[in-house]
Every structure is written in structure tokens, then in C-alpha cells.
């Protein structure tokens, strides 16, 4: 018995057969853009030169003093990480507990204080009209231009004045201004909160520092983390102005200190380990901070930079 001969798909049947570069969806296949390929090599070789140094810090705070020089940079040689730490800790009576809770005082509560001075200047200069404002506005701007170096040696004379030099306020009360704050957390106002919202809660009675501190606040929350991020790193990484402002070493903060101990390496060469050990360390509360708050940070700069 024969059987009946198979008919060949025809593009005249709806059924031509499928071209070699086709998918089942009837497209056809797309290379991948050099373009796209240049951009993921780019990015991650910005990764490695980022990455780098942090992975170099962790195997070599793992290391004895001897082997921190005498094996290889990047690989792990008889880890004793527990141990290095301990002595980081211990070192001079654990003065590096002073630095870090120094630094968690500065970064912190001066970091918490400029948040929330920004918040204020920034809201008031979007929501409130006065004489000056647009003055007092670019007088912001061209503090965000002008280095903070520069202003160092002249707050160091003016709290000398007043009696404030080598205390913690010499470091703290500077760094509760922050121009930048003010500036994003204005363009933010601008942007995110509605004039209705205000109408409407002062129709029903609340005074000014209520809408502030029930509305104003729950809504800029975006800017405000992006703000505390931004000046807490900059606090934490500050060094020039605690090395003007500071001569007692209990009150260093943990940049300046362990820049006091990598000084003092060449005459006891044990303070190299615990430097290392100590920089390790104070890269940890940055680390937590962005992981932290990185979802409010992106929200932050993207919505409150475009006016809805």
C-alpha cells in the first residue's frame, strides 16, 4: 500500500518554511549592537577600577605585617583577620573606639542637623514669597561652589574667638550647613509638593510648623535621604577641617586618626597592619548606608529633579 506523497509548505499555504537568521515569531534575529558591547565593557572596567582597591583592603587586612609585604597583593596568605582586628581595636589604649564614635557623632548627628536645616531653607525658598528670596537663592549657589577648604583657616580663627578650637562643636556646628541641601531639597519642594496640600491644611487650621512637620517632611522623605546620604559621606571622609580644628587625638575623627598612625608607620612598622585594618573598617558604615538608603537615594535625585 503506498502512501499519499507529503506536500511541501509553499508561501502560497501560509506555511513557508522559516529563514535561517528567523525566530518563530517571524522576526528576524538581531545582533547584538556594538554600541551595547562598548558600553558593558566600559562599565565594567569602571567597576574594577572601583572595586579594586576595596577587595585589595579586605585580603590585606587578613594579613600579618609580614605578609603584608612579603606575598601576593591580591590573594589571600594565612588569614587572621580576627586577630588583626582585635589589635586595631586594642591599640594605645583603643583609641580607634574614640575615632569611630567620633566619626558616628560628626557624620551622624551633623549629617541629621543639616537634613533637616536644608529641609527648612529649601521649603521656605519654593513655598514663600519675600523680598530677596531669589538673592538669598544664588547667595546657596555660590556656596555650593565654593570649596570647603578654603573656608577652614577662617572658621579655625573665628572659633578661636569665641573659645570653641579643639572641641567637638569645631568640627560639628560646620557641618550642619550644606548648600547643596539646600539647593536640591528646593528644587524638590518645588517639584513634589502641591500647593493645594498646603490650602488645604491650613483651610482646616494647622499652623505653619505642623504642615512642616507632618506634611512637608513625609513628603520631601526622597530628598531628605538623598541629603543625609551626601553630607554624611562627606563628613565621615572629611579630613582637612578636623586637622585644622582638633589638637587632642581623643577627638580625631577615624580619617584623621588613622592618617596619624600611617605617619608614625616608618618608626613602628606594626601601624601599617593596623591602619589597613583601620581602613577597612571605616569603609563599613558607608557601605551599610548606601545599600541602606540607595533605593531613596535613585528616587531622590531622579523625581525631584524633574517638576511634575
Not at 546657596?140 to 577662617?154: F, N
Request: aromatic share 14%; glycine share 8%; charged share 15%.
Amino acid at each position: 500500500m503506498s502512501t499519499p506523497p507529503v506536500k511541501k509548505p509553499t508561501a502560497a499555504s501560509g506555511h513557508a518554511p522559516r529563514a535561517a537568521g528567523e525566530r518563530r515569531t517571524g522576526r528576524p534575529r538581531r545582533g547584538v549592537k556594538p554600541s551595547r558591547i562598548l558600553l558593558v565593557a566600559l562599565l565594567t572596567v569602571a567597576a574594577l577600577y572601583f572595586l579594586l582597591p576595596v577587595y585589595w583592603l579586605l585580603v590585606a587586612s587578613t594579613k600579618s605585617g609580614a605578609d603584608l609585604f612579603g606575598t601576593f597583593g591580591l590573594w589571600f596568605s594565612d588569614p587572621q583577620w580576627l586577630h588583626n582586628l582585635s589589635q586595631v581595636f586594642s591599640y594605645d589604649d583603643g583609641v580607634f573606639w574614640n575615632w569611630t564614635w567620633n566619626s558616628i557623632l560628626y557624620a551622624g548627628v551633623g549629617g541629621a542637623l543639616a537634613t533637616l536645616l536644608a529641609c527648612a531653607a529649601g521649603y521656605a525658598l519654593a513655598v514663600y514669597r519675600f523680598r530677596g528670596r531669589e538673592t538669598v537663592f544664588r547667595v546657596v549657589l555660590a556656596g555650593v561652589l565654593l570649596p570647603s577648604t578654603a573656608l577652614a583657616l577662617p572658621l579655625y580663627l573665628l572659633f578661636s574667638k569665641v573659645g570653641l578650637a579643639n572641641t567637638y562643636w569645631a568640627v560639628l556646628i560646620p557641618s550642619v550647613v550644606s548648600p547643596f541641601g539646600v539647593y536640591l531639597c528646593r528644587i524638590y519642594a518645588e517639584a513634589a509638593v502641591p500647593v493645594e496640600m498646603l490650602e488645604a491644611a491650613r483651610v482646616d487650621g494647622a499652623g505653619e510648623w505642623r504642615i512642616f512637620g507632618t506634611l512637608v517632611l513625609r513628603t520631601m522623605t526622597p530628598a531628605l535621604v538623598t541629603v543625609f546620604l551626601f553630607q554624611f559621606v562627606g563628613i565621615w571622609n572629611n579630613y582637612f577641617l578636623p586637622l585644622v580644628m582638633l589638637s587632642d587625638d581623643r577627638k580625631y575623627p577615624i580619617t584623621l586618626g588613622l592618617t596619624t598612625w600611617q605617619s608614625a608607620a616608618d618608626r613602628n612598622p606594626e601601624l601599617y597592619q593596623l591602619t589597613i585594618g583601620g581602613a577597612f573598617l571605616s569603609i563599613l558604615p558607608l557601605a551599610a548606608a548606601m545599600l541602606v538608603l540607595q533605593r531613596f537615594w535613585r528616587s531622590g535625585l531622579t523625581q525631584g529633579s524633574v517638576k511634575g
